[in-house]
């Protein structure tokens, strides 16, 4: 018998291997009915407009009292928390697997910051909120590379999520991080690019995760260079 919370590639690997023609046996997701569960989202152009996004609702929004935000790793998460000030953030900071095993009561709104890379796993996340008699707002922030996990979510769910217009009092970066540059798009590139982290980002972080970025051009890989300009860094791939 193999229990697994979600199907992927990997668990279906396993099943080929170790067992012969299995009976799957699919129970219904624990946790919260989707119907009491407002699932909402703003399309976002870049990881820095996300942090001035995240901002603006907990300023803004004195409904998210108890919120719990989900990030894909933990670099991620190092960097959300350094850069939203501490008296605004009126929850936690999490990643998939450091959500595990946590118990939390009476959250009234998770945040997707980036939404998972498993579509399964988005429905574990926003069951987080809206338990007993509550209910509850998931909210996502959807990058044009995230689009298409998105849609395989809606899918998966038989539910479309409701996009709501981005707010015109926040303001919009231009600045990229490597988050933003998909392997894909890096591979096409001709020539010198330029990756930048902005003033939001503190110096401490933005070294760390300038340090780490590498980039594949012309089948070779180059490591970035980082420059001071101004309260900006900007990543240069040589």
Do not use: W
């Amino acid at each position: 018998i193999l229990f697994s919370a979600t199907m992927t590639d990997d668990v279906d690997e396993i099943l080929d291997e170790y067992f012969e023609i299995p009976e799957e046996v699919t129970l219904a997701p624990s946790g919260t009915p989707l119907e009491k569960i407002e699932q909402l989202a703003y399309k976002v152009p870049n990881f820095l407009t996300k942090i001035n996004l995240l901002g603006h609702i907990l300023e803004n929004d004195e409904s998210t009292q108890r919120v719990l935000i989900f990030a894909n790793n933990k670099k991620t998460v190092d960097l959300i928390a350094n850069s939203i000030q501490a008296g605004e953030l009126r929850g936690i900071i999490r990643t998939d697997v450091m959500a595990r095993g946590l118990d939390i009561s009476d959250v009234t709104h998770v945040i997707n910051f980036e939404f998972t890379d498993i579509p399964e796993q988005y429905i574990h996340r926003i069951g987080r909120t809206g338990r007993a008699d509550k209910t509850g707002i998931a909210i996502s922030f959807i990058s044009p590379k995230e689009e298409e996990i998105q849609i395989e979510a809606e899918l998966l769910m038989e539910k479309e999520i409701e996009f709501l217009p981005f707010p015109q009092d926040v303001s919009i970066a231009e600045r990229l991080l490597e988050f933003d540059v998909s392997q894909e798009q890096l591979e096409k590139l001709h020539g010198p690019v330029g990756l930048y982290i902005g003033a939001l980002t503190p110096p401490e972080i933005a070294v760390s995760i300038l340090a780490e970025m590498t980039a594949v051009k012309n089948g070779q890989t180059a490591r970035t260079r980082l420059t001071p300009v101004d309260e900006s860094y900007t990543c240069r791939i040589a």
